[in-house]
């Protein structure tokens, strides 16, 4: 596979996994009682931090298919904004805050998702 495709697709997927975190962080936030009940101990700070995330990754991902350099390092902000917003809840939890254990799985997907992105644009930039 070349650079170049490879870097098609880390946009692509940027871009569906943008689309997909604002609907579904929307849906969380404001999403009334019933959603409320679905997604059920669900911390406010995760939940704010990854629909105004999924914005950040549409326009990185428009940034990679357009292989502009500053979306290499909007790559590498938001994987380290999921690092650390990823290590504020374990305080939360380690002070014996509520939450969803699916948040644990999702925070480290996130983050080895736009790990791989960030590592795939830095290749294509370094050409």
């Known amino acids: 596979m070349t650079a170049r495709v490879g870097l098609k697709a880390a946009a ?3 871009l569906v996994f943008g689309v997909l975190t604002v ?3 929307g849906a969380a936030l ?3 009682d019933r959603t409320s ?3 059920g101990n669900a911390v406010p700070f995760v939940l704010w931090f990854n629909f105004l995330a999924g914005f950040a990754y549409v326009a990185a991902g428009a940034g990679l298919l357009l292989r502009r350099r500053w979306a290499l ?3 590498f902000a938001i994987v380290t904004g999921t690092v650390l917003v ?3 809840f374990g305080v939360h939890i380690l002070r014996g805050g509520l939450f969803e254990i699916r948040t644990v799985g999702a925070l480290f997907f996130r983050a080895g998702v ?3 992105i960030t590592i795939v644009a830095a290749r294509d ?3």
């Open 12 to 14: 692509v997927v940027a």
């Open 23 to 25: 609907f579904a962080g």
């Open 30 to 32: 404001f999403g009334g």
């Open 37 to 39: 009940e679905i997604v």
């Open 73 to 75: 390092w909007l790559s």
């Open 86 to 88: 990823a290590i504020f």
């Open 114 to 116: 736009w790990a791989a």
């Open 125 to 127: 930039h370094g050409r």
